[in-house]
């Protein structure tokens, strides 16, 4: 039984292990990255455990057109600081994709916004 017991555990570290490297690999390898223009119109600090920044970007192509909706995740303070700053205002963000993340304690969204630019109309 004792044999048993140390294989079982050795099995279930391995798994640990193997989850770690998985979600390690996941928020450092990004599957694309971009940039998308429009309007901040909600943004909210979100979560039960972990707070993620979550907001909506609302992309115009031209006036009097339907908006399309970005939901994007912020990990940074400083770009949620500056997000805050515009709301309602057009902006720019640069995001990355993360796909397959095991949880969505990084974020609700696979998009990961990493900077932000006001655009001056």
């Not at 640990?16 to 998308?36: C, D, K, P, Q």
């Not at 031209?62 to 939901?71: N, S």
Request: aromatic content about 16%.
């Amino acid at each position: 039984m004792n044999r048993f017991l140390k294989w079982l555990l050795s099995l279930v570290l391995i798994g640990f292990v193997g989850l770690f490297a998985y979600t390690w690999a996941m928020l450092n390898w990004s599957y694309a990255t971009g940039e998308r223009a429009g309007y901040v119109q909600k943004f909210s600090k979100k979560g039960f455990i972990c707070k993620t920044w979550e907001g909506e970007l609302a992309m115009v192509s031209m006036p009097g057109t339907i908006a399309e909706k970005f939901f994007f995740t912020v990990r940074d303070d400083a770009v949620a600081q500056k997000l805050n700053a515009n709301l309602g205002n057009k902006v720019v963000v640069k995001y990355e994709q993360h796909i397959g993340l095991p949880t969505s304690c990084f974020g609700e969204t696979e998009y990961f916004v990493s900077g932000v630019e006001a655009v001056q109309e």
